[in-house]
């Protein structure tokens, strides 16, 4: 399981490098309008993957809490 983890933290990591050099590349504006759209369509799709990840991550936070000596858990509640 936490081989698991460490895969889908690994593939947000990578998604997100790779949206990183998309930005980067489409701010420089040397490319042809075919290939900026290519870039626009691939950065919607990871920044998708990257939300989504983030979404499941959000979900499973936890926060210890220690109660009448024993340490108990209680759903993450995020700040809007």
Do not use: H, W, Y
């Not at 990578?14 to 950065?43: C, H, N, P, Y």
């Amino acid at each position: 399981m936490a081989r698991q983890a460490k895969s889908r933290i690994g593939d947000f990591e990578k998604s997100l490098k790779e949206l990183e050099t998309i930005v980067v590349r489409m701010e420089e504006g040397d490319q042809s309008l075919e290939a900026s759209l290519k870039d626009f369509e691939r950065g919607m799709a990871l920044a998708q993957i990257c939300r989504s990840s983030l979404d499941a991550a959000e979900q499973k936070v936890q926060t210890l809490i220690e109660k009448n000596g024993e340490l108990q858990t209680e759903p993450f509640e995020p700040q809007d």
